[in-house]
């Protein structure tokens, strides 16, 4: 529920002042924080069904990327996402 919130809100983004931009992408990594434990966890107990697997791997091998490589990525995107709010509140 909390993602799909925060996938709404962030249609906005534009719009928000420097510091919604900030709360927001606090948010964000928070929610990837969740997912990140929860997907750690699913991994540990052998429950993340080979489809799952398949899936995302094909999805990230047609962009062309490693798991790792979309991390680093999202990581860059949302650095340079909070550097821009920075420069805007200055």
């Not at 928070?30 to 697997?53: C, T």
Request: aromatic letters at 10%; glycine letters at 8%.
């Amino acid at each position: 529920r909390d993602h799909r919130q925060l996938i709404k809100m962030g249609e906005a983004y534009g719009d928000f002042d420097p510091l919604g931009k900030l709360a927001f992408l606090d948010q964000v990594e928070k929610i990837e924080e969740r997912w990140d434990i929860f997907f750690g966890r699913l991994g540990l107990l052998g429950q993340l069904s080979p489809e799952y697997r398949q899936q995302s791997s094909d999805f990230l091998d047609s962009m062309g990327l490693t798991a790792q490589q979309f991390r680093k990525l999202l990581r860059r995107a949302h650095d340079l996402m909070r550097k821009d709010a920075e420069a805007e509140r200055n």
